[in-house]
């Protein structure tokens, strides 16, 4: 059984600060999706990671997957308020019909 | 990246009734998915809908209450049958879309229910 674990669940950070999300899974898995969903809102995709050593950055967020140790790390650089919102990571596996494992969440509070 | 388009956006239901959420995707796509996100929870997963079959049902949900259709490759409709307030949650769609070299599932604005 696929099983995705999300540390920390609750993050309050300071402007400027520097932290990293962790989603651990179970299993393989043929993709490692990153979201990110605000307050009232649905899913925004920020990355799809496939490969060992996959390394993803977009403006402050940099997504890496390092499938040997089944993990993957979601560092947040320089935060800023606007990153404040829940972030989701979710694996998925063709065999499992491609259906996407979530965990728990990250709540991300950026203090001003 | 795929528009989804969900209708209602939200509703308020009297129990024991049933509501039906349309699920509108921009383009022909090969799986389509339901979800469920309780409040302050994360997402589970419902079912798998199947263009031109029954829908794969996860454990816990049952057809009888979540009925589902998928009559070509851009629609599908999402049931919530003999409602109580226990279903009261956030009901998402969501699709499998395949951009240049990349798939990635993207997710509608979801349908939030409350059940009274």
């Known amino acids: 059984e696929l099983k995705v674990e999300q540390n920390p669940l609750f993050l309050s950070m300071q402007e400027g600060k520097n932290y990293t999300i962790y989603c651990n899974y179970s299993t393989t898995s043929d993709r490692l999706y990153w979201y990110r969903q605000d307050p009232g809102k649905s899913l925004e995709s920020l990355f799809v990671?496939?490969?060992?050593?996959a390394v993803k950055q977009e403006g402050r967020l940099m997504a890496s997957l390092d499938t040997k140790a089944r993990l993957s790390t979601l560092h947040i650089t320089a935060a800023v308020h606007d990153l404040s919102a829940t972030y989701f990571c979710?694996?998925?596996?063709?065999?499992?019909?491609?259906?996407?494992?979530f965990g728990a969440g990250t709540i991300l509070r950026v203090k001003s | 990246s795929a528009v989804i388009s969900q209708k209602p956006s939200r509703d308020i239901c009297q129990r024991g009734t049933s509501l039906t959420i349309q699920c509108q995707v921009d383009?022909?796509?090969?799986?389509m998915f339901w979800y469920r996100q309780q409040p302050g929870q994360s997402l589970t997963l419902i079912a798998t809908?199947?263009?031109?079959?029954?829908?794969?049902?996860e454990s816990g949900f049952v057809i009888d209450k979540f009925p589902i259709s998928r009559p070509n490759l851009t629609f599908s409709t999402l049931t919530v049958s003999n409602m109580s307030p226990e279903d009261s949650s956030i009901y998402l769609c969501s699709a499998n879309k395949r951009e240049t070299t990349q798939e990635t599932q993207y997710f509608g604005p979801g349908t939030r229910l409350l059940v009274l």
């Open positions: 990671l496939l490969s060992n050593g």
């Open positions: 809908a199947n263009q031109g079959s029954e829908a794969t049902y």
């Open positions: 979710a694996v998925s596996k063709w065999v499992y019909g491609n259906k996407l494992v």
């Open positions: 383009s022909q796509v090969t799986m």
